[in-house]
């Protein structure tokens, strides 16, 4: 058995500056969860169709369970881990607990990074497949929503609580 090709991997992990040596073939979900011990992002489906594993790099929501490691020398990496604590969580953390987001918990992480970068997106008016009008401002939208967090699958159903959370943060009533 030949051994594995190894590369020195530096990433930034919720602010905090990591250098790695890793298998290059390793995905950026397990240097994640079995490098960092950063398990809050989930192993779901590891073929990117369930969200279990989104994490938010560079500011842009991916399937950490689909991307390498080495791909993201230099990256700016958020887990559910790295957007609040228990004593001060996100907005959007407190929002799915308000709004009974989560049921079993397996998918929220990933439903809660989505939710983060989702909102970021409405923000900066990039449209959706569902965008009604492509010269108005951006709206936050059921439809909006919706059609954004479709990669992210819940397998409890809690999809109208998890919109209800997002609406809330968006600044929305829910």
Do not use: W
Request: glycine residues 10%; hydrophobic residues 35%; contains cysteine.
């Amino acid at each position: 058995m030949e051994q594995p090709v190894l590369a020195k991997v530096v990433l930034t992990v919720n602010g905090e500056r990591r250098e790695l040596e890793l298998d290059t073939r390793t995905s950026l979900l397990d240097a994640a969860r079995e490098h960092l011990n950063l398990t809050g992002s989930k192993k779901g489906c590891d073929h990117g169709q369930c969200g279990a594993c989104t994490m938010i790099v560079d500011g842009r929501r991916i399937n950490a369970c689909l991307t390498l490691a080495v791909m993201h020398q230099g990256s700016e990496i958020v887990t559910i881990e790295g957007l609040g604590r228990p004593d001060n969580l996100h907005p959007m953390q407190a929002a799915f607990i308000t709004h009974d987001g989560y049921q079993c918990g397996y998918c929220t992480p990933g439903q809660i990074c989505s939710g983060v970068a989702v909102l970021s997106e409405i923000k900066a008016g990039i449209p959706s497949h569902v965008t009604a009008d492509l010269n108005a401002p951006m709206q936050v939208t059921e439809a909006e929503i919706r059609e954004r967090m479709s990669g992210n699958i819940c397998r409890c159903g809690a999809y109208s609580n998890i919109v209800a959370a997002m609406t809330e943060v968006a600044g929305r009533p829910a």
